[in-house]
């Protein structure tokens, strides 16, 4: 969750909000380029920062967070651009590029970072991961309260790395939260995180956001064939996803 105005480096409230409902640092705050300014590569950032606005906006587009939940991350070499808190999506301009170094220092923008950055920094920290997804979907959030893993009802788990794990609980923005996530994700690029979301992360945001998509779609077909009265879902086994898994290697055109 992104909680407007808070500090996902020391949990405190930063300044209040402006006229549009975001919120900024003070003068000194963070070690910044300034508002809409770039480094050296500048076209490269301007162009993923397009890419994480609009797949923040897919997410809201399609029903995957509401209002300013959820979050969005892309890496380019050690920069990390991230959505800021509390900022509706719509809103976000080519100005309000947000971005921070692997230590999670401001370095980019005046915005501050989405509270649930500690989480998107640890998986940039521990994978090869270039885009992380966050999202507050119904039905993966949903599933997140019922069961410790979601049952194997469809081979696309594959696509995640195997069955996908529930992190457990923690409270949103900490680093207990970023540390349980990490235990779900070893060796998935997938999990849920109890009462409360879904992180996926790939080499590319639209792989990451077509994880998500796909790890909500599994969960909406769990929870329905669950609900038939007086009968349960046949499920895979691991070894017949992990048969999957290979066959996906190959998967799509080769270029």
Same mark, same amino acid.
């Given at each position: 969750?992104?909680?407007?105005?808070?500090?996902?480096?020391?949990?405190?409230? /930063?300044?209040?909000? &402006?006229?549009?409902?975001?919120?900024?640092?003070?003068? %000194?705050?963070?070690?910044?380029?300034?508002?809409?300014?770039?480094?050296?590569?500048?076209?490269?950032?301007?162009?993923?920062?397009?890419?994480?606005?609009?797949? !923040?906006?897919?997410?809201?587009? &399609? %029903?995957?967070?509401? $209002?300013?939940?959820?979050?969005?991350?892309?890496?380019?070499?050690?920069?990390?651009?991230?959505?800021?808190?509390?900022?509706?999506? /719509?809103?976000?301009?080519?100005?309000?590029?947000?971005?921070?170094?692997?230590?999670?220092?401001? =370095?980019?923008?005046?915005?501050?970072?989405?509270?649930?950055?500690?989480?998107?920094?640890?998986?940039?920290?521990?994978? &090869?991961?270039?885009?992380?997804?966050?999202?507050? !979907?119904?039905?993966? *959030? +949903?599933?997140?309260?019922?069961?410790?893993?979601?049952?194997? =009802?469809?081979?696309?788990?594959?696509?995640? %790395?195997?069955?996908?794990? =529930?992190?457990?609980?923690?409270?949103? $923005?900490?680093?207990?939260?970023?540390?349980?996530?990490?235990?779900?994700?070893?060796?998935?690029? $997938? @999990?849920?995180?109890?009462?409360?979301?879904?992180? *996926?992360?790939?080499?590319?945001?639209?792989?990451?956001? &077509?994880?998500?998509?796909?790890?909500?779609?599994? @969960?909406?077909?769990?929870? *329905?064939?669950?609900?038939?009265? %007086?009968?349960?879902?046949?499920?895979?086994?691991?070894?017949?996803? +992990?048969?999957? $898994?290979?066959?996906?290697?190959?998967?799509?055109?080769?270029?």
């Amino acid at each position: 969750m992104a909680e407007p105005g808070r500090n996902a480096n020391d949990g405190r409230l /930063d300044d209040p909000p &402006d006229e549009r409902g975001s919120v900024r640092r003070g003068a %000194g705050e963070s070690a910044v380029l300034g508002e809409g300014k770039v480094p050296d590569t500048g076209e490269d950032v301007a162009r993923l920062w397009a890419e994480v606005v609009a797949t !923040a906006r897919r997410t809201v587009a &399609d %029903g995957l967070v509401v $209002g300013t939940s959820g979050n969005v991350s892309a890496r380019l070499g050690d920069l990390v651009l991230v959505t800021p808190s509390g900022v509706p999506y /719509d809103r976000l301009t080519p100005a309000d590029l947000t971005g921070v170094d692997l230590t999670g220092r401001q =370095v980019l923008g005046t915005l501050v970072p989405t509270s649930e950055l500690p989480m998107h920094l640890a998986v940039y920290r521990t994978t &090869d991961a270039r885009a992380v997804v966050h999202t507050h !979907a119904v039905h993966a *959030t +949903a599933v997140s309260t019922l069961v410790p893993e979601l049952p194997l =009802v469809h081979y696309m788990a594959a696509a995640l %790395g195997g069955p996908v794990r =529930v992190a457990p609980y923690a409270p949103y $923005g900490s680093d207990e939260l970023a540390r349980n996530m990490l235990g779900a994700l070893a060796g998935r690029s $997938g @999990c849920l995180l109890r009462n409360h979301g879904t992180v *996926t992360y790939g080499a590319t945001l639209d792989q990451a956001y &077509d994880r998500t998509a796909q790890l909500e779609w599994m @969960c909406r077909l769990w929870l *329905t064939a669950s609900s038939v009265p %007086g009968l349960s879902p046949s499920l895979l086994t691991e070894a017949q996803v +992990a048969e999957v $898994g290979e066959r996906l290697k190959g998967y799509g055109q080769r270029r």
